[in-house]
């Protein structure tokens, strides 16, 4: 087969378009090199109006060119005269080309390509890879998720899981509202948990940037009859704002991570009478599942000690077994109990135990003033367990990348690697 025959046949060019040339071009080590594909059109080829489609002659032409996949080891270019048409309703227009989408200097292939690699890759590594400034290749990757978002459709969303993940140093957030999975009656999983809404800070104001966005694809607020969330002050003003009929779940994480901070909080201030406290952080902050033999053991001998610590960690096992009642009505019982005990153990001043559990106080405090959101859980049994899996995979990219130039770009990846999105590669309108 014939160079050109070749190429043309491995570019699924139609009539008029057709390859008019082949051109290698050899670097000096003579290991890389370039080839260029001319493309033309055939005399009196006529092209469809990009506004009403109808075919239309040839006007003016331009000489454009595109980066291309590869050949072997080689770069590829195509390089091609794009006419212009002139349309009698319309005037003179650039019509589209088939191989790439409107305005960009590389082919759909290549941008393909990008796209799927910036999933797995840091975009440093794939502009090593492909030999391209990295900014030109992320400007791919925005221009394809921002294209995938406009076709998302929330109209079917009636539950919201929303959670915070740092971005950068010194208290930088994004915040994420996901779609959890959804199953049929038998609990089984018909469509994927996805991320909705990326936006930063984690104020109440995020909850307003996230409806309009919402009802913007489709969505509709009233429909939305649960959200799980932390127990911030400031998303509970955001959602009792935009989402005022959904009933709010506090998620189970952060209601023991609440209590787990009055933990650790508790060992800190004991540790000034009871210094073989020190470098026993972990051992009190994980289950004792997690826990290795040798910290099961150093627990065990620490809490013969009757020391307070021990006590605030047998109050966050405790709690835990909240979320393993049967029922909701069991699950009410098990957490008032709770906070009836932990509430006399925490005021009782001798032996300094109101002020070594003065976290733990002011902590069943806020469980109590919270206890019928935390209990919701027992209606769907939602947690942000879903939502923590995407933060990792958030951290796990902006590691890869060694942090992100700005947070427009980490949103970005978020929504390509956890939004769920149907990628659709914009082919220019046809010739005819």
């Not at 008019?20 to 003579?30: K, L, M, N």
């Not at 958030?394 to 130039?405: P, S």
């Given at each position: ?37 001319g ?80 999933k ?29 978002r ?6 079917a ?24 999975r959804?199953?049929?009656?038998e ?83 004991e ?38 610590t ?8 405790t ?44 902590a ?15 209606r769907?049994?939602?947690?942000s ?24 770009t980490?949103?970005?990846m ?8 149907e ?10």
């Open positions: 087969m014939h160079n050109k025959a070749l190429f043309q046949a491995a570019l699924g060019l139609s009539s008029p378009w057709f390859v008019a040339s082949v051109a290698f071009t050899p670097e000096a080590d003579e290991v890389r090199g370039r080839i260029v594909v493309i033309g059109f055939k005399r009196g080829g006529r092209f469809p109006c990009p506004e009403c489609g109808a075919p239309c002659p040839a006007h003016d032409t331009d000489t454009q060119r595109w980066r291309h996949l590869a050949f072997f080891q080689h770069e590829a270019y195509l390089e091609a005269r794009v006419p212009r048409v002139r349309c009698e309703e319309h005037g003179v227009l650039r019509v589209g080309v088939p191989w790439a989408r409107p305005g960009s200097g590389f082919t759909l292939l290549f941008e393909a390509l990008v796209v799927e690699l910036s797995h890759m840091a975009m440093a590594a794939i502009a090593r890879l492909v030999g391209e400034n990295d900014t030109r290749l992320w400007r791919i990757v925005r221009w394809h998720v921002e294209d995938a406009e076709r998302v459709d929330m109209s969303v009636r539950a919201v899981v929303v959670d915070e993940t740092s971005r950068a140093k010194r208290q930088n957030y994004v915040t994420l509202f996901l779609q959890p959804e199953t049929d009656e609990g089984l999983q018909t469509a994927p948990p996805r991320v909705l809404f990326v936006t930063e800070d984690r104020d109440h104001t995020v909850f307003h940037r996230f409806l309009a966005d919402f009802e913007a694809h489709g969505g509709r607020p009233v429909l939305v009859d649960d959200v799980c969330m932390d127990m911030s002050a400031a998303f509970q003003r955001g959602v009792s704002e935009t989402l005022p009929f959904a009933q709010v779940t506090f998620d189970r994480f952060h209601v023991v991570k609440l209590v787990g901070e009055a933990v650790d909080d508790a060992r800190r201030r540790c000034r009478a009871a210094p073989e406290l020190k470098g026993t952080r972990f051992d009190w902050l994980l289950n004792p599942a997690d826990l290795s033999e040798k910290r099961r053991e150093r627990i065990r001998r620490l809490s013969a000690h009757n020391l307070l021990a006590k605030a960690y047998q109050m966050r096992l709690l835990q077994e909240t979320w393993l009642q049967p029922t909701a009505e069991e699950a009410r019982k098990h957490l008032t109990r709770w906070c009836a005990w932990v509430r006399r153990a925490t005021a009782e001043p001798k032996d300094g135990a109101a002020w070594v559990l003065e976290k733990m106080h002011t069943v405090h806020t469980i109590r003033e919270g206890m019928d959101r935390i209990l919701n859980y027992f769907l049994r939602q947690t367990g879903v939502i923590e899996g995407v933060n990792g995979l958030a951290q796990a990219a902006r590691a890869r990348a060694r942090g992100y130039r700005n947070v427009d980490f949103m970005t978020i929504y390509l690697i956890a939004g769920d999105l990628f659709e590669l914009p082919m220019a309108t046809h010739s005819r």
